[in-house]
């Protein structure tokens, strides 16, 4: 799997928004960019994803640079429910073997949010 | 729809010891993952089942083992625990594993004394 970089730790204030980054520069053609949370005491969640294009769910957008080395998770307001890890992972489709219904971690962005 | 449920949550052992971990994916998922998380190594893929079959695995001894039902239910084993062996281990469904969104359990948290 490509490598990828992020932040140890970032904070924000509640209801501020948050551009949370992430680098990948040896990331091949057609790996997809995955950001999965996990807040305290639970198990990583699915955030959003993308493959070159910007993207928007009702969590968050992920802004995807034009040479797709890079890439930025955005929180629009921030909430003290959004204290998380941030994981930002690559995943090729259809690699399969080795591929198979794994995700590679890194060690994730932690996020503070203050009142 | 119900999420992915792991059993037991917590779950207290010795040294030498075996014990089994149990994961219901969500219903229709096919795929099961599970992963080891510690706070020196963070999270760690262990092994993938799909259709009964184990497709993947990580970079762990034989110790650790699993299978999977034809309903999809999964266990994981891990015999003659280690105190290094001590790990939230967690579950994670997905309708095919490759490379669809993953939802996670909330996790077992193992303690080896």
């Known amino acids: 799997d490509a490598k990828t970089t992020q932040p140890n730790s970032m904070e924000s204030n509640e209801e501020e928004p948050v551009h949370l980054p992430c680098n990948h520069s040896?990331?091949?053609?057609?790996?997809?960019i995955h950001w999965y949370r996990q807040l305290p005491s639970q198990g990583p969640e699915y955030v959003i994803h993308g493959l070159t294009s910007n993207v928007n769910n009702r969590m968050a957008s992920l802004a995807i640079a034009e040479d797709r080395k890079s890439s930025t998770l955005i929180l629009h307001r921030a909430t003290l429910r959004d204290a998380a890890v941030y994981y930002c992972i690559l995943r090729a489709p259809n690699a399969g073997g080795t591929s198979y219904g794994k995700l590679t971690f890194g060690q994730g962005t932690i996020l503070t949010v203050h009142p | 729809k119900a999420g992915v449920t792991q059993t037991p949550r917590y779950l207290i052992k010795t040294r030498g010891q075996q014990v089994t971990l149990s994961c219901s994916p969500i219903s229709g998922h096919r795929s099961v993952s599970w992963y080891q998380q510690t706070p020196g190594q963070g999270l760690q893929f262990l092994f993938e089942?799909?259709?009964?079959?184990?497709?993947n695995k990580g970079n762990f001894p034989g110790r650790f083992s699993g299978r999977q039902f034809s309903n999809s239910r999964s266990e994981m084993n891990v015999s003659t625990l280690e105190l290094g062996d001590s790990a939230l281990y967690l579950c994670?469904?997905?309708?095919?594993?490759?490379?669809?969104?993953?939802?996670f359990g909330p996790g077992t948290r193992l303690t080896v004394l």
């Open positions: 089942y799909f259709s009964e079959t184990q497709r």
């Open positions: 040896t990331i091949s053609g057609t790996d997809y």
């Open positions: 994670a469904s997905s309708l095919a594993g490759e490379p669809d969104t993953q939802y």
